[in-house]
T-cell receptor, first 119, second 111 residues
């Protein structure tokens, strides 16, 4: 148990469906992340939220829409996905801090992931 | 684009054997982390190395950061079935302070 929970753990959806993934962290961290993990590819950073503000969007298609209502919760809204979007979606959180005017990231704690299958 | 290549990609060994996993890049990193990920779970941090040439030990696992901070290795002594999993390295990019993940090494230890 890392202090980061994700729901649902498994999701099967059609290309026309709309669904949302949820992540919650109980660690008091100020930064949250969405990653995509596909077979045979490195873990890909999708979005970063720092103090509820989106600070990074790694060229992610608009069919993925993140939402961060507060520093403990992060959502990933999905609509009109493609079969190639099938993957394990991982949420992580960390404590970011300013070190000599640079924003440094401490250890990232990952949730168990949501296994998404798009038919 | 910074890349972290891990080798081997797959490794299947008998319990009790030793093994080494490598993580290589042409880029310099501020620090490097090793994670283990078990099926159905997210990655769990094993260690962070920061200084060039640094060696850290975690029971039967020995981690080394290259002198130039471009590469790292993970050595497991007397592997156990519980060591089975996906091993990921992640480098903290100089200047941007973002983590770049390696391609992963999938280890299977047979009883």
């Amino acid at each position: 148990e890392t202090g980061v929970t994700q729901t649902p753990r498994h999701l099967v959806m059609g290309m026309t469906n709309k669904k949302s993934l949820k992540c919650e962290q109980h660690l008091g961290h100020n930064a949250m992340y969405w990653y995509k993990q596909s077979a045979k590819k490195p873990l890909e950073l999708m979005f970063v939220y720092n103090f509820k503000e989106q600070t990074e969007n790694n060229s992610v298609p608009s069919r993925f829409s993140p939402e961060c209502p507060n520093s403990s919760h992060l959502f990933l809204h999905l609509h009109t996905l493609q079969p190639e979007d099938s993957a394990l979606y991982l949420c992580a959180s960390s404590q970011e801090r300013l070190v000599a005017s640079d924003l440094r990231t401490d250890t990232q704690y990952f949730g168990p992931g949501t296994r998404l299958t798009v038919l | 684009t910074q890349l972290l290549e891990q080798s081997p990609q797959f490794l299947s060994i008998q319990e009790g054997e030793n093994l080494t996993v490598y993580c290589n890049s042409s880029s310099v990193f501020s620090s490097l982390q090793w994670y283990r990920q078990e099926p159905g779970e997210g990655p769990v941090l094993l260690v962070t190395v920061v200084t060039g040439g640094e060696v850290k030990k975690l029971k039967r696992l020995t981690f080394q950061f290259g002198d130039a901070r471009k590469d790292s290795s993970l050595h497991i002594t007397a592997a156990q079935t519980g060591d089975t999993g996906l091993y990921l390295c992640a480098g903290e990019s100089l200047g941007t302070y973002k983590y770049i993940f390696g391609t992963g090494t999938r280890l299977k230890v047979l009883a």
